[in-house]
């Protein structure tokens, strides 16, 4: 069975510091997605990131970075020079492949930044 | 020209009374999905259709019945609604390309308060 998990509950950093928010999944797929969303306090789910299992590179969009590590079953994001619009709750989620599109989420990170 | 549009945002209801929410997308995707956010924001996937078939079905209690007119849309119907069916309930939509996934969008949620 597929699952992911959040161990950071909450995270309060001063603006402008890097955070790292952790995701580590377990899947028996060897083909598989995986996802970031954003949940900000206005409730909607904003998608950031989709990563197929085939793929390990990691990846920068602007401030925000992702690093996979197969290895370690790990999808870190990272998000530089933090802003107080950073401020959300983060979810990490998988997909097996072949049919099956079922997002499996992670139970979320509180991410506050202080300014 | 909202991707996946839900009505209504909001939704206040007594006990025992049934009630329906409504999905919308624009996308063209083949599959669509509700999924329930609770209170403590962990986000569990109720049900999928795919082309107006039923693939998921989550152990959701039967008083919850989605109906899918068309490719373009799932409701979701709620008899006899109890306290515990108070949440956040998301409707999503995605796209497979011979089991690669291509997106995967959110509404905005319905917010469902029974009181």
């Known amino acids: 069975a597929q699952k992911v998990t959040q161990a950071q509950t909450e995270i309060s950093v001063v603006e402008k510091e890097d955070v790292t928010l952790d995701c580590v999944y377990e899947?028996?797929?060897?083909?598989?997605?995986l996802f970031w969303y954003k949940q900000p306090p206005s409730g909607e789910l904003v998608f950031l990131i989709r990563?197929?299992?085939?793929?390990?590179q990691n990846e920068i969009s602007g401030r925000y970075s992702w690093n996979f590590q197969k290895s370690t079953s790990s999808f870190n994001f990272t998000i530089t020079a933090s802003q107080v619009v950073d401020s959300a709750v983060y979810f990490c989620?998988?997909?097996?492949?072949?049919?099956?599109?079922?997002?499996?989420f992670g139970t979320g990170t509180r991410l506050t930044i202080i300014p | 020209d909202t991707a996946v549009s839900q009505t209504p945002k909001y939704l206040v209801t007594q006990m025992g009374n049934d009630k329906s929410i409504k999905c919308e997308q624009n996308?063209?995707?083949?599959?669509m999905y509700w999924y329930k956010q609770d209170s403590k924001k962990f986000l569990k996937i109720m049900f999928s259709?795919?082309?107006?078939?039923?693939?998921i079905n989550e152990t959701v209690p039967n008083r919850f019945s989605p109906k899918s007119p068309d490719k373009a849309h799932l409701n979701l119907h709620i008899n006899s609604l109890e306290l515990g069916d108070s949440a956040v309930y998301f409707c999503?939509?995605?796209?497979?390309?011979?089991?690669?996934?291509?997106?995967?969008?959110f509404g905005s949620g319905t917010r469902l308060t029974v009181v």
């Open positions: 999503a939509s995605s796209q497979d390309y011979g089991g690669r996934i291509y997106g995967y969008t």
């Open positions: 899947t028996r797929d060897t083909t598989y997605y």
């Open positions: 990563r197929n299992s085939f793929d390990e």
């Open positions: 989620a998988l997909s097996e492949n072949f049919g099956n599109e079922k997002l499996t």
């Open positions: 996308l063209g995707h083949d599959t």
């Open positions: 259709y795919n082309n107006k078939e039923l693939i």
